[in-house]
Structures are given as C-alpha cells and as structure tokens.
C-alpha cells in the first residue's frame, strides 16, 4: 500500500488550502483515515481523523477551520484548510489503517503559512 500525499504549499494568512492522500496497492478496505502534522522543532501531533462510518475527531486548535473527508470510491481522504494561521506551517502527513494489512503513511506535504 502507497500513500501519495499533495496540495501543500505557500498560503498568506487568512487563506485555504485543500490537502489530498491517494491510496494505491493492493488492499480490501480502508478504515479510519487520519492527518497529522509536524511543525519545525514540534512533535507530530494528530490534526484529524476519519472513520469509515463518518465519525470525526479534530484538534483544538484546528476545529471549525478544518474540514476531513473522504472518497472511498477513489481511495482519497482530503483536508480542506481555511482561515490559515501561522501555526498552521508543518509538514502534514497522511496515515491510513488498511483492514487486516496495518497502518500507513504518506510522505508528507509541506504548509507554509506566511505573509
């Protein structure tokens, strides 16, 4: 199984951005999906996540400015960014448990949020 992390990049303050995580391979299912991030001298710490069912679970820091969702038809979980902060720069990375195959990661994408 293969992550493919995109849709990192340069944002002002204020501003959206949409994060994508494709899964390839060969797998049954996917179950919960998740989104983490990692700021420069920070430990990862959990953004998101998702389960199959649709049950959500955010960040304090990020509730009501971010958005999980998920396509299970095409094997892709999104985050949609709004209201960007500066503390909001990391590097986020996708992670996805596979039914009876364990858990992934993508390689990471990189948020800058600057002025």
């Known amino acids: 199984v293969q992550l493919q992390a995109s849709g990192g990049g340069l944002v002002q303050p204020g501003g959206s951005l949409r994060l994508s995580c494709v899964a390839s391979?060969?797998?049954?299912?996917?179950?919960?999906m998740y989104w983490y991030r990692q700021a420069p001298g920070a430990q990862r710490e959990l953004v998101a996540s998702?389960?199959?069912?649709?049950?959500?679970n955010y960040a304090n820091s990020v509730q009501g400015r971010f958005t999980i969702s998920r396509d299970d038809a095409a094997n892709t979980m999104y985050l949609q960014m709004n209201s960007l902060i500066r503390e909001d720069t990391a590097v986020y990375y996708c992670s996805i448990d596979v039914f009876l195959q364990g858990s992934y990661w993508g390689q990471g994408t990189l948020v800058t949020v600057s002025s």
């Open positions: 391979g060969r797998f049954s299912r996917l179950d919960t």
């Open positions: 998702l389960t199959r069912r649709g049950r959500t």
